[in-house]
């Protein structure tokens, strides 16, 4: 039973609507519950047993459980929503105390006047009668009565945080289930690369010697998945490998397409290898100037690209012959989602997309990033001079 009850507590899909009411509802009866079982030895086993009526005997129980309700869901909510929060926490407890006072001064006039009980156990009904209320909130005394109340609400307060906890355990164990599971679906994945890597290196072994151009086609293509798959897990990776993957590309399409495709090509000869850059940011937009420049045609084309490096402003040149059953470039979903990665990664960058009668250009500039570690080694002799 109370293992079925903790699963629904941490099941977030079934603790909601009626199951959350009757938790909350069955927590206000183990409130009450606890009040009363603290006044059965004032009521029931005192020297001199009270005759009291059953309403006098329940003024003070339902006071002091308002008061303990009122205060849990005060706390529950500043602790869940402003512990990260100072500035609004304090000022929240200040609060929270305020509204714990005039409840409880206001329910023990009524119990005092109302449910007929002259005194209780700590004397805080004929403290609260004496005094105005302003006077009573200032009051040193006010406190002490207040703590009697308060500490009672830290065993609802522990039950919630015990619950808590068991929560969050079980979440974490779900999450390593799930990251294991991941991990196991990721090692089964690269079994497949490492059987198609084999495969390239036989085919390139047979191919070697009787055909060198398919043998080449086969070494370019297997470097490209080499970097795609094992050194693109970053957010950033070093300039100079993006480039050498886009020249494996470009040398690809120049082999496969052979002499009707005339390619140029212009990349930085020694780039920075500090610099860092997203990867495949560049090579959609090259993709592209051969998609549309050289793939739909069976006739002569051309392509042009440059790319150019001054300190850390990368721009990218590329210019291809519009065919005439050419879609529009700029669109693709390709395109829409490098837009968005830009975005994302360089939002100070300028991409200009020229649309020419027989032809497409597409400028692309943005700042490049420099590895910090190698860039506070290169500076340190400097700050030591």
């Known amino acids: 039973m109370v293992q079925r009850l903790l699963a629904i507590l941490t099941d977030e899909n079934r603790y909601r609507g009626f199951t959350r009411l009757a938790f909350h509802g069955l927590l206000i009866v183990g409130i009450f519950l606890l009040i009363f079982s603290a006044y059965i030895p004032w009521f029931l086993y005192p020297a ?20 303990v309700i009122v205060q849990y869901y005060i706390l529950v909510y500043l602790v869940k929503h402003y512990t990260r929060k100072p500035l609004v926490l304090i000022p929240g407890l200040a609060v929270y105390y305020f509204v714990l006072f005039t409840c409880y001064y206001y329910a023990s006039y009524a119990v005092k006047h109302y449910f007929g009980l002259p005194d209780d156990y700590t004397g805080s009904l004929n403290h609260f009668d ?37 929560r969050r355990q079980v979440r974490n164990l779900r999450l390593e289930k799930q990251y294991t599971r991941l991990e196991l679906d990721f090692l089964k994945s690269q079994i497949n690369p490492h059987f198609l890597f084999n495969v390239l290196n036989s085919i390139y072994a047979l191919t070697e010697e009787e055909n060198p151009r398919a043998a080449r086609i086969v070494e ?32 690809l399409e120049q082999l ?35 998609k549309h420049g050289v793939h739909n045609t069976i006739r002569k084309s051309w392509v042009k690209l440059k790319i150019g490096l001054e300190g850390e402003e990368l721009t990218l ?28 990664f360089y939002p100070g960058h300028d991409l200009a997309v020229l649309d020419e009668e027989g032809a497409y250009h597409i400028v692309l500039k943005i700042k490049l990033t420099r590895n910090a570690k190698t860039g506070d080694l290169r500076m340190r002799p400097h700050a030591l001079a």
């Open 48 to 67: 001199a047993p009270l005759d009291f009526e059953f309403l006098t005997y329940a003024g003070p129980i339902l006071r002091d459980s308002l008061c």
């Open 256 to 290: 496969r397409t052979a002499k009707r495709l005339q390619l140029e090509l212009v990349f930085p000869e020694q780039p920075d290898e500090d610099l860092l850059i997203a990867p495949f940011i560049l090579i959609i937009f090259v993709e592209n100037a051969f």
């Open 317 to 344: 040149t590329i210019s291809n012959q519009k065919t005439p059953d050419a879609r529009q470039q700029t669109g693709g979903i390709g395109l829409v989602n490098v837009r968005k990665r830009l975005d994302a």
């Open 130 to 166: 004496r005094m105005p209320f302003w006077k009573a909130l200032y009051h040193p005394a006010t406190f002490f009565h207040l703590m009697f109340i308060i500490e009672r609400a830290f065993y609802p307060l522990a039950a919630r945080l015990l619950i808590e906890i068991y």
């Open 220 to 251: 370019q293509l297997s470097a490209m998945m080499r970097y795609s798959l094992y050194e693109t897990n970053g957010a950033l990776v070093p300039l100079h490998k993006e480039l050498a993957f886009i020249q494996d590309y470009a040398g």
